[in-house]
């Protein structure tokens, strides 16, 4: 019997049902339905007044959060994609990011967001938006790439007392399973190492932790070994364990499904560039999606993101140097 990605989201959240009554959950749909992906399915009849569905409004769904949050509660967001949340975006960046230092009152909310792009979804339902959010002090933004983060992650994301913006990718949900669900899991803020190397380094998060080892096993056949670095958060972003990468390989691709211009690719590059530049063999590189809505055809929207086989290109460029 397996766990799937979208399983460990839904057992994090039945346990802090389970052992916190200050958590409740909140959204579209949630409550009889289950949720668009099911994330919630029979929460509602299992805590009975802690799962609410509310009304298609981002804005009030976040400000209602965040007024629950100041007086005591621990409330749990979900986003029906991510991209809706820019509707909320002054919820977010404005009251919750920066209460806890108008006030000192810590706002202790965590708002899941079904993110990245699936085939067919097109441009409203598959944007990365991380890097938009890790721009703001206050926030917390983690992307979990395993069944074991999505579940160890949340539950972490729900103790902390700062909001927490929680990216789940789509393309994860069902695809992704685990025998298990394992150990205790790291804390948010630290990185790990997906798969070793030393030749090249890729920083990455999210499904491209999966597209990027992929590529990894396919250059290991002409003798290159890459070693790949699950960032895990993008804010806190842990550049220790990049540095400490970058050092054994002296090569630095920096890989994402967002958009190319800024974000967080371009933050790993200007901190290493900063930090650790006399531990670089070759100019560091960036490989993110095409600078274009994400298309709805499968074919195009497996062209418009990175993939195995351009993640492959840009490593052998980097290599080349």
Same mark, same amino acid.
């Given at each position: 019997?397996?766990? /799937?990605?979208? &399983? #460990?989201?839904?057992?994090?959240? %039945?346990? @802090?049902?389970?052992? !916190?009554?200050?958590? *409740?959950?909140?959204?579209?749909?949630?409550?009889?339905?289950?949720?668009?992906?099911?994330?919630?399915?029979?929460?509602?009849?299992?805590?009975?007044?802690?799962?609410?569905?509310?009304?298609?409004?981002?804005?009030?769904?976040?400000?209602?959060?965040?007024?629950?949050?100041?007086?005591?509660?621990?409330?749990?967001?979900?986003?029906?994609?991510?991209?809706?949340?820019?509707?909320?975006?002054?919820?977010?960046?404005?009251?919750?990011?920066?209460?806890?230092?108008?006030?000192?009152?810590?706002?202790?909310?965590?708002?899941?967001?079904?993110?990245?792009?699936?085939?067919?979804?097109?441009?409203?339902?598959?944007?990365?938006?991380?890097?938009?959010?890790?721009?703001?002090?206050?926030?917390?933004?983690?992307?979990?790439? /395993?069944?074991? &983060? #999505?579940?160890?992650?949340?539950? %972490?994301? @729900?103790?902390?007392? !700062?909001?927490?913006? *929680?990216?789940?990718?789509?393309?994860?949900?069902?695809?992704?399973?685990?025998?298990?669900?394992?150990?205790?899991?790291?804390?948010?803020?630290?990185?790990?190492?997906?798969?070793?190397?030393?030749?090249?380094?890729?920083?990455?998060?999210?499904?491209?932790?999966?597209?990027?080892?992929?590529?990894?096993?396919?250059?290991?056949?002409?003798?290159?070994?890459?070693?790949?670095?699950?960032?895990?958060?993008?804010?806190?972003?842990?550049?220790?364990?990049?540095?400490?990468?970058?050092?054994?390989?002296?090569?630095?691709?920096?890989?994402?499904?967002?958009?190319?211009?800024?974000?967080?690719?371009?933050?790993?590059?200007?901190?290493?560039?900063?930090?650790?530049?006399?531990?670089?063999?070759?100019?560091?590189?960036?490989?993110?999606?095409? &600078?274009?809505?994400?298309?709805?055809?499968?074919?195009?929207?497996?062209?418009?993101?990175?993939?195995?086989?351009?993640?492959?290109?840009?490593?052998?460029?980097?290599?080349?140097?």
């Amino acid at each position: 019997m397996s766990v /799937t990605y979208i &399983d #460990a989201i839904r057992e994090a959240q %039945e346990k @802090v049902l389970r052992e !916190d009554g200050r958590v *409740f959950l909140y959204g579209q749909d949630i409550a009889r339905f289950g949720g668009a992906f099911k994330a919630t399915k029979g929460l509602a009849e299992e805590f009975p007044g802690r799962v609410f569905d509310c009304p298609i409004s981002e804005d009030a769904m976040i400000g209602l959060a965040v007024g629950a949050a100041i007086e005591g509660m621990r409330p749990i967001i979900e986003m029906q994609f991510a991209d809706f949340s820019s509707i909320a975006f002054n919820q977010i960046v404005n009251q919750a990011a920066t209460h806890f230092y108008r006030t000192g009152m810590p706002v202790p909310i965590v708002v899941r967001l079904p993110s990245g792009g699936t085939p067919g979804s097109g441009p409203f339902h598959s944007q990365s938006m991380e890097g938009i959010y890790a721009q703001y002090p206050g926030l917390v933004v983690v992307t979990p790439a /395993t069944v074991s &983060d #999505a579940y160890h992650m949340l539950i %972490e994301s @729900v103790k902390l007392d !700062d909001p927490v913006l *929680f990216f789940e990718h789509k393309f994860l949900y069902r695809w992704l399973k685990a025998k298990s669900i394992n150990g205790d899991g790291l804390p948010i803020g630290q990185a790990r190492i997906a798969r070793p190397g030393k030749h090249a380094t890729v920083v990455t998060y999210s499904a491209m932790v999966h597209e990027a080892v992929r590529a990894a096993d396919r250059l290991q056949a002409d003798g290159w070994e890459i070693e790949v670095v699950d960032l895990r958060s993008v804010k806190p972003l842990d550049l220790d364990t990049v540095l400490a990468s970058v050092a054994r390989t002296g090569r630095l691709l920096a890989l994402g499904e967002a958009f190319p211009w800024g974000g967080v690719t371009a933050e790993v590059v200007a901190k290493v560039t900063e930090e650790g530049f006399h531990l670089l063999d070759a100019p560091p590189q960036r490989l993110n999606a095409r &600078d274009t809505p994400v298309p709805y055809h499968p074919k195009l929207w497996a062209a418009h993101r990175p993939t195995p086989e351009s993640i492959c290109e840009a490593l052998r460029k980097l290599l080349s140097f």
